[in-house]
């Protein structure tokens, strides 16, 4: 059992759990973090901080979902010691989309397009529709009510439908 | 478009797949393989020098409460085994006339009961007795060979 082993700490059953969540994880610190040197900063602090406290994962959660967890949190609270995720008005929040703009290359994909949200809109995106948290658990998070939660989400998905549809337009007269 | 049928996977799907690459280099598992081992060792390390200076320092307690311990008890000890040797020399047949190691020793026990006896009468603290007894205890020890070796001879 990989498990098992790794909480005794053997560097074998670590590298297997590695080769089977690091892809995942990656993929997470990078949508958070929208950098990819940053991303694998959190992911190499994610696995060191798996790795010591692993023997304390009693296997409550399905242990994909409690690492996912401890990457995402170790990422928020990155952004939040970076001032990202200061509490900026909400309509402030989202001019910060004018000013960072489309990407120069034109590319429409969903991640592409995440990376245009703020910090803190991207999160809440990326948390609530890929990772499955509830908007209590955001709010708890964020140090927010839910329903700024529930807000700043609602104005994010409509603005990257918005980016997405301004995208094809110009994907379109391109052609 | 409503807002509530907005969600993320739908619009993911209506795009292309994601053009940039979310693989982790591939160094990154050694890297942090090597920074694991380390920190495993500087922990380790840390570990045992506590452990190593708790040892120490429980020797030293140790050692402190044995010297302390010898140090705060020995005239009972003395006391004790000068007492028991004079049970032992009155369990001898005495002698009809004494060697003249044993009447040195038996000229100095009487000096030596004279200082005691005096010593008790000014009070004097555990610190003055012990050495007496000590010697006290010396000479009767000395007294008891010399008793001894009269006797077995004579035998």
Known sequence: MTLARAQRGDMAAFEEIYRCYGRACFQLALRLSGQRQLAEDLVHEAFLKMMDTISSYRGEAPFGAWFKRLTANLSIDWLRRQRHLADTGMEAMFEQIAAIGPDPAGLVDADSLLAQLPPRARAIVVLHELEGYTHAELAALFGQSESYSKSILARALKRLHVLAASAASRTQVAL | ?155
């Open chain 2, 1 to 155: 478009m409503n807002e509530h049928e907005l969600n993320l996977r739908d619009l993911a799907a209506r795009l292309p797949a994601s053009a940039t690459t979310h693989m982790p280099p591939a160094d990154l598992w050694p890297r942090i393989a090597a920074t694991h081992l380390a920190r495993h060792r500087q922990r380790r390390g840390r570990r045992l020098a506590i452990a190593g200076g708790a040892l120490a320092l429980v020797a030293a307690l140790a050692f402190t409460a044995s010297t302390w311990r010898h140090a705060a008890t020995p005239a009972i000890d003395w006391q004790a085994r000068a007492q028991a040797l004079e049970l032992q020399l009155d369990a001898l047949p005495t002698p009809a006339a004494s060697e003249p190691l044993a009447r040195l020793a038996e000229t100095e026990l009487a000096r030596l009961d004279g200082n005691l006896q005096a010593a008790y009468d000014r009070g004097a603290p555990p610190r003055d007795l012990d050495p007496l007894w000590q010697r006290r205890s010396e000479l009767l020890d000395a007294l008891l060979s010399v008793r001894r070796q009269g006797h077995s001879s004579r035998i």
